[in-house]
């Protein structure tokens, strides 16, 4: 599949029915995230959210060994504390561009996903694993936290109590573990990652463009309301799509016994 967008650290690919591939491209340093490659990803996020062809987005890495192993930490050996300052906003804006994305998002996890990078694998929807997947947020070894969401993501998969574990702790888990914790959604044959995670994604992509943004913005806004405040963010959801053309061509479609052509609108 040929690459739509390039710069030096990450492409993006077109997949059929509105799927979008969002790659890491820098296997040589296991994806580690530099200030140039967060800049890249950034860029690549603003791009695709802005693109209502993108229906879902995969998020792949080229690395053989790594999805991707956290922040570059040779260039932050190198910066001083002025320079760090200067750089978190740029940091920030690779994990919240990925956490951002108005779309469904899948990531396809092999080998590392420490730190960082597992920070960017939690702030997609789904999170597929190859059996060679290790991940974690080991940052307290190193003296900082986890700082690309991980804090706020973590609990909200596994709750409040175990991620503390994992963070204080900083311990790496392996794929069967991660399964069973709920770090991870799904666990496949080694290799398999990216392509298991592009036919999930493709199934996604199958549905409703606008019942998917409004269900995942939903889905966003509502964890951690209390219920009646969830149902007033599900109500105003609902009324996006209720009087949209893809709500028209779908009760269309369902009753002619046919597959729908969503607009998308």
Known sequence: MA???????VAVRRHEGGVAELVLDRP???NAVSTDMARAIGAACAALAADRSVRVVVLSSTAERAFCVGADLKERNSLSDAELVRQRPTTR???GGVLELPMPTVAAVHGFALGGGFELALACDVIVADETAVVGLPEVSVGVIPGGGGTQLLPRRVGAARAAELIFTARRVEAAEALSLGL???VVPAGRDTAEALALASRMAANSPVGLRAAKRALRLGHGMDL?????IEDAAWRTVAFSGDR???VAAFNEKRKPNWPGE
């Open 248 to 250: 028209v061509e779908g």
């Open 184 to 186: 991870v959604d799904s």
């Open 3 to 9: 690459s739509e967008y390039e710069s030096e650290f």
């Open 228 to 232: 009646a405040a969830g149902l007033e």
């Open 93 to 95: 804006g690779a994990y």
């Open 28 to 30: 040589k340093a296991m």
